[in-house]
């Protein structure tokens, strides 16, 4: 059984920074895509930052240049390192890979059950 769990998250001020982490534990044969969604109160969730296993990366527009996502293959984990943060970044930020389970051509889809961001003077 695939499992993904964040760490990292927690309070912090206005303009403060945090890094998340990511790891996908369990038996599997290789990790495609990963990415870091979010979703605030009352809100859809949304995507942030997507990495590619080549490294390749896609950010949404609100969190450029002010969030970085990367990964190390070696380690099947996934990190997101937050500057700059506003209010408007308090969510709970959730971890996603496509994961090779079968050894086959083909992936599935896990969801890290969550981590607390809260930006709050």
């Known amino acids: 059984q695939v499992q993904l769990v964040e760490s990292g998250g927690g309070l912090v001020q206005p303009g403060g920074s945090l890094r998340l982490s990511c790891v996908v534990s369990g038996k599997f044969f290789s990790v495609y895509r990963m990415g870091w969604y979010r979703q605030a109160v009352g809100n859809q969730r949304e995507s942030v930052a997507h990495?590619?296993?080549?490294?390749?990366?896609l950010y949404t527009d609100s969190v450029k240049g002010r969030f970085t996502i990367s990964r190390d293959n070696a380690k099947n984990t996934m990190y997101l390192q937050m500057n700059s943060l506003n209010p408007e970044d308090t969510a709970v930020y959730y971890c996603?890979?496509?994961?090779?389970?079968?050894?086959?051509?083909?992936?599935?889809?896990?969801w890290g059950q969550g981590t607390q961001v809260t930006v709050s003077s």
């Open positions: 996603n890979a496509d994961v090779n389970v079968t050894g086959r051509d083909r992936s599935t889809n896990y």
């Open positions: 990495i590619k296993s080549d490294g390749r990366t």
